[in-house]
């Protein structure tokens, strides 16, 4: 290998024995991520009758990952130079890989619950583009992962362009202090939980696997029959019961939160803003200002009762982690208004109560009046023929029903709002919970103007503005209107000479 | 500033129609195997309640929407940008910004080819796959054009990388 010939001082590493667990984990993730291939073997789990084919079937493949792990350990070199990090990987097929510190866009540090014991880290890094690579490497002494960080961010920012960014970068990450900071107490860690409660998502996790099997029909139902059937006898007992469950998957619900932002810390130094969060295992999410595609500003009902606000920072992301997506964004889940007008401030949006947000027209609650107005007569049929209810009653909950979908229609159409200035894109909506979107100009990559056969023939248009976070529709304008904002825009970009990716 | 529109080769509407006759044709091939081969075709409807829904469409795409899709078909070059529209019915107009532009293409098709067509895609970062695509396009206008993008490109980012430069 010519890089080999060319730097023979590079001094290849293994990870430390206690890194295994690290690969073990990477097998049960990649195990999870590929669970369909194993739907043959849990098929043969359900269908046969001898009791050790599952036990073998197990064994072996706890045996597989053990081994997998081992060799995956075994085989997994790095080199640090001074601009550079090497690796070779790979049992079978051998992988080498070099990345140039200059190139790196991101560098992080993971501490997982079962390297913080013995101070040790896992460094993240990642070099974005279209052909975007992450490299992990784990059972890094913390020392050493912070200083090789420090480094990495301390040559990366010569790749960019602006070169008021560039001066300040650099000057932030040899600063030992941050420039902004603020901290997140745990009562708002909870109101962020129940906030972004995920008990749905709990629900629904337990009640699938339940469905599956007879086991609820076959073991518990005689169980609680037998054991409690005090319960039947009272109706309120039933409902305690039940309250009780969903209380308790409420709290769990929280709890999940409070794991993955406890202590969560945000600070910006220069372009670079930073959070770290984590009970057990500690994360650190970043992102420079001017890699930000989208923010995103969004109550829930919940949130708004609580007078909070949910912000998420969208950057581009490297192909490969766009699918395991969520996990690296950057996002701020409970933020007071007092916080949230300092950070736009930070962030350099429009003031919120400068922001001029245009309504669009009336004529939108065409199309879909017309089609929640057959809801009424539907539901008027269906309850008088298939359910048999009285005319009257049937008319009735037809009325009602259409009444509420027309307010909510109206209210949609009411609370859609776009803005723009010299700067930024912004696109509000929503009835019960609220959602802000804003969009930096320069990273606009397309625009589309869209007609219908129906917008047609009012003479209206939809503007779709496509960025690397996504697509954002800006409904009925006047066709002139839209090609009109569709030149300005565009020669606004195209006139942009700001790194975009 | 107003952009100035620039048709496609008449010979895109002939490599519409073809395609639709070819798409059709591939229905009614199917149809008639369904009503020749299969045993028993007492369960289907009387075969003219397809063919002539099947007359209509074929007529009306043929004619109609390829030629309506041909006049609006056009495409605009300004100093910073690439402007598509297409569309018959649904009519879509795409600008892309000529310093998103990953990479350039020409392409051609089987019906393309025999009509001396080609079309000219371009490609913008992180979009996956949603780009722009001009077609019927003649073979040597689609890479002259391409010829041009490119070293508009190249001369357009060439000011990023002589600062990057200096202040390295």
Redesign the interface.
């Known amino acids: 290998m010519s890089e080999q010939s060319t730097q023979p001082q590079l001094k290849w590493q293994r990870t430390p024995w206690l890194t295994l667990g690290f690969f073990i984990a990477k097998e049960i993730k990649l195990f999870i991520k590929n669970f369909t291939n194993f739907l043959p073997a849990l098929a043969v789990i359900f269908v046969t009758d001898s009791a050790w084919v599952p036990y073998a079937l197990g064994g072996s493949y706890l045996v597989y990952i053990f081994i997998s792990a081992l060799l995956n350990h075994r085989f997994f070199l790095f080199a640090l130079s001074n601009d550079a990090v090497h690796l070779r990987t790979g049992v079978l097929g051998k992988k080498s890989l070099t990345l140039k510190y200059e190139r790196i866009q991101q560098a992080e540090l993971e501490q997982t619950w079962y390297f913080r014991p013995f101070n040790l880290t896992i460094l993240k890094v990642d070099s974005a583009g279209s052909a975007g690579k992450e490299v992990e490497i784990p059972g890094l002494p913390m020392q050493q992962a912070q200083q090789l960080r420090q480094l990495m961010l301390a040559t990366a920012p010569a790749v960019e362009s602006e070169p008021g960014a560039t001066t300040e970068a650099t000057q932030a990450a040899t600063a030992e202090e941050p420039q902004w900071q603020t901290q997140f107490n745990l009562a708002e860690i909870i109101k962020a939980g129940v906030i972004d409660n995920k008990i749905f998502v709990l629900l629904a996790l337990l009640s699938y696997p339940l469905s599956q099997t007879d086991w609820l029909q076959e073991q518990m139902v005689p169980w609680l029959e037998a054991n409690i059937g005090f319960i039947e006898s009272s109706l309120w007992l039933n409902v305690g019961l039940v309250l009780a469950v969903l209380s308790l998957l409420f709290v769990l619900a929280i709890a999940v939160t409070v794991i993955t932002y406890y202590d969560l810390a945000v600070s910006i130094n220069g372009d670079r803003y930073q959070a770290r969060s984590g009970l057990f295992s500690i994360r650190t999410v970043s992102f420079r200002y001017p890699k930000l595609q989208r923010v995103q500003i969004k109550q829930n009902i919940r949130a708004r009762l609580l007078k909070r606000f949910r912000v998420r920072v969208s950057q581009l992301q490297p192909a490969m982690a766009q699918h395991t997506a969520g996990s690296s964004a950057f996002i701020l889940p409970v933020v007071n208004p007092e916080l949230l007008h300092e950070l736009r401030q930070q962030l350099n949006l429009t003031n919120a109560n400068q922001v001029h947000w245009q309504s669009i027209s009336a004529l939108a609650l065409l199309s879909p009046t017309f089609w929640v107005a057959w809801l009424a007569p539907i539901t008027c049929l269906i309850g008088y023929f298939a359910i048999e209810l009285s005319l009257t009653s049937s008319f009735l909950i037809a009325v009602l029903l259409w009444g509420l979908m027309q307010t909510y229609v109206v209210f949609r159409w009411r609370n859609y709002g776009f803005s723009y200035d010299s700067t930024w894109l912004a696109v509000k909506h929503g009835v019960l919970g609220r959602t802000e979107n804003w969009y930096p100009y320069y990273k606009i990559q397309q625009l589309d103007v869209y007609q219908s056969p129906w917008l047609r023939m009012l003479g209206f248009a939809h503007i779709i503005v496509h960025t690397a976070a996504g697509a954002e529709v800006i409904k009925y304008q006047s066709l002139a209107s839209a090609l009109q904002l569709q030149q300005q825009w565009i020669q606004q970009v195209g006139q942009n000479q700001q790194r975009w990716m | ?1 107003s ?1 100035t529109w620039q048709p496609v080769e008449p010979a895109y509407k002939t490599s519409l129609q073809i395609a639709v006759i070819l798409d059709m044709g591939l229905l009614a091939i199917v149809g008639a195997v369904f009503y020749l081969w299969v045993p028993n075709t007492s369960w289907l409807p009387n075969a003219l309640w397809l063919a002539i829904p099947w007359a209509v469409i074929t007529l009306f795409l043929g004619l109609f929407w390829s030629s309506r899709r041909f006049q609006f078909t056009a495409y605009a070059r ?4 690439m402007y598509l529209r297409r569309g018959a ?12 532009i ?1 990479h350039v293409e020409v392409r051609q098709g089987l019906i393309e080819r025999t009509l001396g067509l080609a079309h000219l895609t371009l490609y ?4 996956g796959g ?3 695509s001009i077609p019927g396009l003649k073979l040597a206008t689609a890479e002259a054009m391409k010829a041009a993008l490119v070293d508009a490109i190249a001369t357009e980012s060439s ?2 990388a002589t ?2 430069e200096e ?2």
């Open positions: 500033m952009i300004t100093d910073a940008s019915l649904w009519r879509l107009t795409r600008a892309v910004p000529l310093n998103r990953q913008t970062a992180g979009s949603a780009d722009l000011p990023v600062e990057t202040h390295v």
